[in-house]
C-alpha cells in the first residue's frame, strides 16, 4: 500500500499478473519484507493463531451445514446423525464445538498481551476497537451457534440469554420479539439463528481484514512497547515470523487435538444431549465457560439503581475527569472537588443502603424512583464491562506503553486477570451457593464485579496520572543485546 | 404477554431453583468403576457389550426406546451379517404405504433403528404412571459422568427409606437419583437374567454391562476416535520438533 515503484518479478506470470492487479507486490510488501520489532515474545503468535482457528471454524462449519437441518423438530436429530452416519461426522462436529472454546482461549491471551504491554495506546487506538468488535462478534455468533443442536441447554441458555434484552426501556420487548420471530423460542427463532450464524462469521472475516489492514499502517507493538527507531531493530516478517508462527501453531493444535480425541465433551454440558423440551427447566443453566465472567457480571446486579446512587455516580464521574483525567482541572477549583468528592461518595452509598433496607423513611422512597431496575443494571453492566474495553484508550493515557516498565501497573494488570478468573469461577457456581457464614456466591460476584469497574475507571486513571515508571531502554536493539549479554556473561 | 410472563417467572426462578437442587439433592458423589474404555487406550470388550444388550433387549427395552441405535451398528459388538440380520427379523415395524397405499408390517432389517416400545412419548408416559422413560441412546452422554451415573442408579435402590420420607404410589427410592424419589422400579436384580458365558450373575456385574453397553451406544466412535488421535498428536509432535529446528535455524543469525 506504499507508493514506492512497483520492482519486477522475473515469473511472467506472475509479473502479468501483478503489473495490472499488483496482488503479489501487496503481499510481499505485508507478509513478506514487512518490517516487525525483533523482540516478539511468544504472546504475539495468538493473532495468527486466531485467524487459524477463525478459518477452522468456518470450514468445517461449512461441511456441518451441509447435514444440519434449522427446525426444531429435526435439528437435534440431524446433529446426532452427523455424529453417527455421516462419514467423519463425529471428527467434524468435535472440531467445530471444541473450535469454539479455542478460539476464545486464543482471542483472550490476545487481548490479555495487548493490555499487559499497552498495545491500546496510540497511535493503534482504533486497531485495539476493531478488535473489541471482534470479540463482540465471536460472542455473538457462538451465543447462536450453541442454540443450533437444540438441545436442553440450547434453549434455556437462549431464553435466559434473549430475555435480558426486555430490560431495556421502550424498545426492550420490540427487540426480544424481533430475536424470536414471535412471542416464544420457537421454530422461526431457530431458523433465523442459523441465518445468522451462516452471516456472523463471515462479517468477523471483514472485521479481521480491516484488523490486520490498521496493524499494517502503525506496524505491531512489542514486548517493550518502544516503537521501532532504525532498521537494526525490526526483522522482515518472513521467514523469521513464518516459521515462529508455524511452530506456534501446531504447538496450540496439540493441545486442541488432545480435547478433540480425548475428552471432546470436557467442555460442552451433558444437558445438551438432552433434545431441547419446552416444559422441562433443566436444574442449573449455565453459559458456556468463555461467557461465564460476563455472566457473573450479568447476575452481580441484585440491586435497582435509584436516583440517589446515579447522581453521586454522576458526581464522581465529574470528580475524575476534572482532576484526574485531564491532569489539570479546567473548570473546578480544589474545593469544588472536594465536595464533589464527598458529595458524590455520600449520595451513593446512601442510595444503595436506601436500597437495600426498603422500609427507610426517605424523601421519594428509593423504591419508586429507581430508573435503572435490577435487571436492567445487570444488562448494562455487561455490556459495560466490554463497552470499558472500548474506551480503554483513553481511560489510561499513561506514556509508557508495556508493564515492564510500570511496576505499578504491572501489579493490577496482575490482579485483574486473576479477579476474571474467579468472576468466571462465581459465574459457574448457584448464585445463593455459601462459602461461609453469611458470605455467597453472589457477594463474591459484587466485589469482583466493583474491582472489574474500579479497575478501569479508577485505578488505571489515578495511575496514568501519578505513576513514575521505569526508565525506558533507548532503542529495541539496544535492550536486546544487553539482555543477549547478560545471558551470555 | 402470557407467555412472555412465564418466562420472566422462570428466569426469576431459575436462580434459586437450581441451588435448593444443588443442595437438596442430597446425592452422594458416585463412586467409579474400573471400565475397559477409560483412558487414552481404552476400548470397549466386546462380552461386556453383548451381555449389556441382552440385558437391554430382555429388561429395559420393554420400556425405553433406543432410537439412535441401528441394528447394523451391532456389528461393532462382533456379531456378523447373519446373526444381525436374525436379531433384526426377530422384530416387526410398520411400512409403507404399499402399491394400493396401505401400510404393512415387515420384520426389521439391519438398517432399522431399534423399535420402540411404545409408538409416542404419551403412550410411554400412560404406561409408566406419567413418568416418561427418556430414550437411553445417548443416556450416558446426557448426564455428567454419566457411564458411573448409570451403574450407580441401577444399584442405588434403598428398600429402607431415611425417616420422615414417604413415597407415593409408583415411586421408589434411589441414592443417586436427582431427588432421589424415581419412578422406575429396580429393573435389576440378581440373577434376574442368565448369562450364557460364564460371567456371575449379580446385580453389580448386570449395572456394570448394561453402562458398558449404553456407553459404546452414545458414543460409538470412542475407540476409532482414540486410534486416530494417537496418530494425529504423534505426527504433530514430530511436526513440532521439525518446525522448531526450522525457527531455530532460521533465527540463529539474529543475536
Ligand atoms: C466465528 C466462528 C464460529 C464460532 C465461534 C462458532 C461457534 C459455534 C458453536 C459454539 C456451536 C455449538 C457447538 C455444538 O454444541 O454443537 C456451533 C454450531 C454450529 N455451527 Fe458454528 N461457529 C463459527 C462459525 C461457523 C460457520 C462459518 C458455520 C457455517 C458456515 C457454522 C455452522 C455451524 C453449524 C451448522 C452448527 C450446528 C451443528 C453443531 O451443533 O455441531 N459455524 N458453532
Redesign the pocket.
Known sequence: MSNAPREKFDNTVVEWVDSRLPIFTMMKNEYGVFPTPRNFNWFWNFGAIAMFM?IT??AT??V??MH?TADTKLAFDS?ER?MRDVNGGWLI?YI??NG?SF?FIAVYIHIFRGMYYGSYKAPRELLWILGVIIFLL?MA??FI??V??WGQMSLWGATVITNLFSAIPFVGESIVTLLWGGFSIDNPTLTRFFAL??L??FV?VGVVLLHIWALHVTGSNNPLGLEPKSKKDTLPFHPYYTSKDFFGIIVFIIFYAIFIFYMPDAL?HPD?YIPANPLVTPPHIVP?WYFLPFYAILRAVTFNMNIYMLAGLGLLAVFMVEFIWRHKPKYLNGFLGFLLLVLGSGLAVFGLLADLNQGWEIPMSAANLAPISAKFGGVLAMFGSIGLLVILPWLDNHPIRSARFRPLFRIFMIIFTISVFILGYAGSQAADKVYFMEFNNTMLAQIFTGFYFMFFLIILPLLSRFEKGRELPKSINEAVLSKAQKAGA | MFVRNILSAIIISVAPVSSVLAAGGDTPPIPSQDWSFSGPFGTYDKAALQRGYKIYREVCASCHSMKRVRFRNLEALGYNEDQIKAIAAEYSVEDGPNEDGDMFERAALPSDAFISPFPNDNAAKAANGGAFPPDLSLMTKARANGSNYVHALMTGYKDKLPHGVELSDGQYWNTYFTGNKIAMAPPLMDESISYEDGTIETLDQYAKDISHFLTWAADPYMEERKRTGFKVILFLLIFAGVMYGVKRRIWSNIH
Open positions: 477463525l471454524m468456518i462449519g461449512i456441518l451445514a444440519y446433529v452427523i462436529r467445530h464445538m469454539a478460539f465471536m455468533t457462538a451457534g450453541y443450533l443442536p450464524h451462516y456472523l462469521p468477523i460442552g445438551n458456556e
